[in-house]
């Protein structure tokens, strides 16, 4: 036999081993984390149009966000206890050991992914992550959203972003 046949064989037993493996794990998967996943969208827009609150409630479109600056999206909602604050925690902490600032350089678009969550709780994370980043400047450029589950569920459809709610757990 050539190597290069070997190494086809081992690929696919390796491949097929993997799949089936895979396979498994996707089955036992517990049942409300069947729909949660990412999906790379590369090349896709967000829809600029979707209209969410900010954290003064004032009404804003997501495209009025989005300007000359880069942008990163977090997806989140602010009563999270656990992963959605990690990922708040840890946006803090790689954006401290930045050179670049928020509000001159890129900005944050945070977007709670909970329709029942409000302005007032939006405005409370904004000073909780504000007063921990220590920038004046990020002020002008962290904006904390909320809105209605059909303007979350496009924006996080547009980006791959894919959850469910968990009623036994809240």
């Not at 690929?11 to 089936?20: E, V």
């Not at 790379?40 to 495209?63: A, C, H, I, W, Y």
Request: charged residues 25%; contains cysteine.
């Amino acid at each position: 036999m050539t190597q290069k046949i070997q190494i086809g064989i081992v690929g696919l037993i390796a491949f097929f081993a993997f799949h089936g493996l895979f396979g498994q794990l996707q089955n036992t998967r517990p049942e409300g984390l069947k729909n949660v996943g990412l999906d790379q969208k590369l090349n896709s827009q967000v829809p600029m149009d979707l209209e969410f609150s900010d954290s003064t409630g004032r009404s804003v479109l997501l495209g009025d966000l989005f300007n000359e600056r880069p942008v990163i999206l977090t997806l989140v909602y602010y009563e999270c206890p656990m992963l959605c604050t990690m990922v708040l925690n840890g946006t803090l902490k790689a954006i401290r050991t930045l050179e670049f600032t928020v509000g001159e350089d890129f900005d944050i678009v945070t977007v709670s992914i909970d329709p029942g969550e409000t302005p007032g709780l939006a405005a409370e994370k904004k000073a909780q992550y504000l007063d921990s980043y220590r920038r004046e400047s990020g002020s002008r450029g962290w904006y904390f959203l909320t809105g209605e589950e059909d303007q979350i569920r496009q924006l996080a459809d547009s980006v791959g972003f894919r959850y469910e709610y968990n009623e036994e757990t809240d």
